[in-house]
Antibody, heavy 123, light 111 residues
Framework: EVQLVESGGGLVKPGGSLRLSCAAS????????MNWVRQAPGKGLEWVSS????????YYADSLKGRITISRDNAKRALYLQMNSLRAEDTAVYYC????????????????WGQGTTVTVSS | QTVVTQEPSLTVSPGGTVTLTCASS?????????PNWFQQKPGQAPRALIY???NKHSWTPARFSGSLLGGKAALTLSGVQPEDEAEYYC???????????FGGGTKLTVL
């Protein structure tokens, strides 16, 4: 069964840091691009970051650029999101999602999602 | 930064048909944006329904279909069931430094 399981969320003070993890199983992890998507309480979905299967290409939402770093360890089948200088507005559920497939620079969509991990930034 | 717009809310009767749309601030939505549609129920993670405009996942019920309509991406539900009441999000892929953009979501009420 294809599965993604996030962890690492929690309560953190403004200015603090967190490292989110996403454990993948049931598919050849290294062959898939991966995304992080977040959802603030009562709000819609927001794309956060993407990483290619090899880890060589990384993309970040402008609203978070400079404060986050996406990475992956294909040997461990794990995706990570390092978040620094956290603000109250970063409070959200963070989901990892698999990119369905990409070809010649275009990607077709997201198919599998994890259940999410909650990040709360508050003093 | 591209803004993707969806109807904030729609209401449909059980057994009816409803179409949700997804527009881009940059112009007409084409197949080159690979429109995706997701369903999200309260307290649950999003579930993928449609990818690359019209393609269904293996788990997508037959009553859901995707298309392009008047310069927008569209999701049509035919024979709506009570369990279809949910929030629906579209996602467009535009490549570049900010490759993915979600729409604001449509709250579908089945009444």
């Amino acid at each position: 069964e294809v599965q993604l399981v996030e962890s690492g969320g929690g309560l953190v003070k403004p200015g603090g840091s967190l490292r989110l993890s996403c454990a993948a199983s049931g598919f050849i992890f290294s062959t898939y691009n991966m995304n992080w998507v977040r959802q603030a309480p009562g709000k819609g979905l927001e794309w956060v970051s993407s990483i290619s299967g090899s880890g060589s290409d990384k993309y970040y939402a402008d609203s978070l650029k400079g404060r986050i770093t996406i990475s992956r360890d294909n040997a461990k089948r794990a995706l990570y999101l390092q978040m620094n200088s956290l603000r109250a507005e970063d409070t959200a559920v963070y989901y990892c999602a698999r990119v369905l497939g990409c070809r010649t620079g275009s990607c077709y969509g997201l198919d599998v999602w994890g259940q999410g991990t909650t990040v709360t930034v508050s003093s | 930064q591209t803004v993707v717009t969806q109807e904030p809310s729609l209401t449909v009767s059980p057994g009816g048909t409803v179409t949700l749309t997804c527009a881009s601030s940059t112009g007409a939505v084409t197949s080159g944006y690979f429109p995706n549609w997701f369903q999200q129920k309260p307290g649950q993670a999003p579930r993928a329904l449609i990818y690359s405009t019209t393609n269904k996942h293996s788990w997508t019920p037959a009553r859901f279909s995707g298309s392009l309509l008047g310069g927008k991406a569209a999701l049509t539900l035919s024979g709506v069931q009570p369990e279809d009441e949910a929030e629906y999000y579209c996602l467009l892929y535009s490549g570049g430094a900010q490759p993915w953009v979600f729409g604001g979501g449509t709250k579908l009420t089945v009444l």
